[in-house]
Nanobody
Framework: QVQLVESGGGLVQAGGSLRLSCAAS????????MGWFRQAPGKEREFVAA????????YYADSVKGRFTISRDNAKNTVYLQMNSLKPDDTAVYYC?????????????????WGQGTQVTVSS
């Protein structure tokens, strides 16, 4: 398993931007697809975005498409989530996750390692 640490969350006004980072331990980061999920109070965890282990395929939830961008820097063992045009509905704890090696997926059960989460709060 890989250890993941998220950062970059905070409080922002609607329409603002934040960039989340997720730093991974280990020397096999480039073999993992990486994903971002979120969970709002009283709601189930939901998929936000994912990037393939090669970095050539990206997936987005319909609710964030056109506003969020996922990227990765394998030299820094880090995955990012740039969030623009934030809405109050984006308020949640955001989790970074690493998949099983060498698969491209958005299904939560395929992600074997999870970070502790970072809070994003968007005020209206």
């Amino acid at each position: 398993q890989v250890q993941l640490v998220e950062s970059g969350g905070g409080l922002v006004q609607a329409g603002g931007s934040l960039r989340l980072s997720c730093a991974a331990s280990g020397r096999t980061f480039s073999s993992y697809s990486m994903g971002w999920f979120r969970q709002a109070p009283g709601k189930e965890r939901e998929f936000v975005a994912a990037i393939s282990w090669r970095g050539d395929i990206r997936y987005y939830a319909d609710s964030v498409k056109g506003r969020f961008t996922i990227s990765r820097d394998n030299a820094k063992n880090t995955v990012y989530l740039q969030m623009n045009s934030l809405k109050p509905d984006d308020t949640a704890v955001y989790y970074c996750a690493a998949s099983k090696p060498y698969i491209t997926t958005i299904a939560a059960p395929d992600f074997g390692s999870w970070g502790q989460g970072t809070q994003v709060t968007v005020s209206s």
